[in-house]
C-alpha cells in the first residue's frame, strides 16, 4: 500500500527566504506526483505535476524535483511571500491504482513579513 | 486550468435531513470524479470514484447507503449524505481530471458541511 509521507508538518519562515518541502512515498511504481496548494476552508489549487519519467517541474517561483527511485519528491519556492503561507500537499497516482491518488499529510507553511 | 466547481460552499442542515452536494467541471468534460472528505488539520481521504453513467467505486469503510453518489453526465456528480448526523459535519471536496492516462486532477472549491 502506498504511503505518502510530509516533512516537515509545519515551517514558520521569513520573507523573502526560500522554502523548501519534502514528499516521500513507499512504491516507486507512480504513474505521476502532484503538489496542491490549499489555503484554511478552500479547495485544492494544483501547482505542479511531473509525469514518472520526468525528474522536475517548473512554474514561476516554484520547482519540484522528482526521484523515482529513492521515492521522493521536492517542491522549492524562491523568495518568499507572506502571500505563499499556506498548506502545501502532494499526491501520487500509483499505476496499479488506477486514477486514484494518495496525499501526503500536507506542510503548514507561514511566510512571515 | 480547467475549472471545477462545487456548491454549496457552506450548508448547515439539522440531523436526520439529507443534504446534497454538486461537482461541475465547467470547461471540460469529466467521466470520472472523485470524492473527498477533509477533518480539520489532516489530509483528504478518498470515500469514492464516481463514473459516469454507472455506480460509484467506494472505499472501504464508507457507507455508500449514506453517501449516495450519481454521475448522471459528463460534467455533473452529485454527492447526497443521506440522513445526516453531527459527525458527518466535514468538509468535502470533490475532483476531476481532464483527459486520460496523465490527466491532471483539479479539485473544486470544497463545501463545509455542518450538521446540528
Known amino acids: 500500500k502506498q504511503e505518502v509521507t510530509q516533512i516537515p508538518a509545519a515551517l514558520s519562515v521569513p520573507e523573502g527566504e526560500n522554502l523548501v518541502l519534502n514528499c516521500s512515498f513507499t512504491?516507486?511504481?507512480?504513474?505521476?506526483l502532484q503538489w496542491f496548494r490549499q489555503d484554511p476552508g478552500k479547495g485544492l489549487t494544483s501547482l505542479l505535476l511531473?509525469?514518472?519519467?520526468?525528474r522536475e517541474q517548473t512554474s514561476g517561483r516554484l520547482n519540484a524535483s522528482l526521484d523515482k527511485s529513492s521515492g521522493r519528491s521536492t517542491l522549492y519556492i524562491a523568495a518568499s511571500q507572506p502571500g505563499d503561507s499556506a498548506t502545501y500537499l502532494c499526491?501520487?497516482?500509483?499505476?496499479?491504482?488506477?486514477?486514484?491518488?494518495?496525499f501526503g499529510g500536507g506542510t503548514r507553511v507561514l511566510v512571515k513579513p | 486550468g480547467a475549472v471545477v466547481s462545487q456548491h454549496p460552499s457552506r450548508v448547515i442542515c439539522k440531523s436526520g435531513t439529507s443534504v446534497k452536494i454538486e461537482c461541475r467541471s465547467l470547461?471540460?468534460?469529466?467521466?470520472?470524479m472523485f470524492w473527498y472528505r477533509q477533518f480539520p488539520k489532516q489530509s483528504l481521504m478518498l470515500m469514492a470514484t464516481?463514473?459516469?453513467?454507472?455506480?460509484?467505486?467506494?472505499e472501504q469503510g464508507v457507507e455508500k447507503d449514506k453517501f449516495l453518489i450519481n454521475h448522471a453526465s459528463l460534467t455533473l456528480s452529485t454527492l447526497t449524505v443521506t440522513s445526516a448526523h453531527p459527525e458527518d459535519s466535514s468538509f468535502y471536496i470533490c475532483?476531476?481530471?481532464?483527459?486520460?492516462?496523465?490527466?491532471?486532477?483539479?479539485f473544486g472549491e470544497g463545501s463545509r458541511l455542518t450538521v446540528l
Open positions: 475532483s476531476a481530471r481532464t483527459g486520460s492516462g496523465s490527466g491532471e486532477l483539479f
Open positions: 499526491a501520487v497516482r500509483v499505476q496499479a491504482a488506477g486514477n486514484k491518488l494518495t
Open positions: 511531473i509525469q514518472s519519467s520526468q
Open positions: 464516481s463514473n459516469e453513467g454507472s455506480k460509484a467505486t467506494y
Open positions: 470547461d471540460f468534460q469529466a467521466t470520472t
Open positions: 512504491d516507486s511504481a507512480i504513474y505521476n
